[in-house]
């Protein structure tokens, strides 16, 4: 089964647990993630990705968020992002490769973004990917989620 979206937005910050800065584009490196983003490197949660419609859904209770407010990389739209099983891809632009490593995340103590945004769903709702193959990734450009039916989930 095969699902389509876009890119929202591309965020980046040199620091963990902060809201991320929207940029106008990024640069995903192979078994690393977004270049000169704190959350690169080799382990199984390089990109972190989460929908536009989670974030209005903070927005529709009253908080003034807006896309890297929870420490996304990447905000996707038209996706149910916890919804795609682990393992599988997701294709974005003409290059990029990524594969879904982790569904949410389990925080531990509330973090920096839980005090500045009022909430973090990132927890809840944000999903976690490893890249497979890079390339420069910006808003607008088309994502096709292929979903691991082999995952038991």
């Not at 699902?3 to 647990?17: L, P």
């Not at 983003?37 to 908080?63: F, P, T």
């Not at 599988?88 to 005090?115: M, N, P, W």
């Not at 088309?142 to 979903?147: A, I, Q, S, Y």
């Amino acid at each position: 089964m095969t699902k389509e979206g876009i890119v929202e937005a591309v965020c980046i910050s040199d620091k963990k647990g902060v809201r991320k800065d929207k940029t106008e584009k990024g640069e995903l490196l192979e078994n690393f993630g977004l270049k000169d983003d704190a959350h690169g490197g080799d382990w199984h949660r390089q990109v972190s990705l989460l929908a536009i419609e989670s974030i209005k859904k903070m927005q529709d209770l009253g908080l003034e968020v807006d896309c890297g407010d929870f420490g996304e990389n990447i905000v996707t739209k038209g996706v149910s992002l916890t919804e795609i099983p682990l393992e599988s891809k997701i294709f974005v632009g003409d290059e990029i490769v990524l594969k879904v490593t982790q569904i949410g995340k389990e925080c531990h103590d509330r973090c920096a973004i839980y005090y500045q945004a009022g909430d973090c769903i990132m927890p809840r709702e944000g999903i976690f990917a490893e890249v497979i193959e890079g390339g420069t990734v910006k808003k607008g450009d088309p994502l096709k989620v292929e979903r691991n039916e082999q995952s038991g989930e």
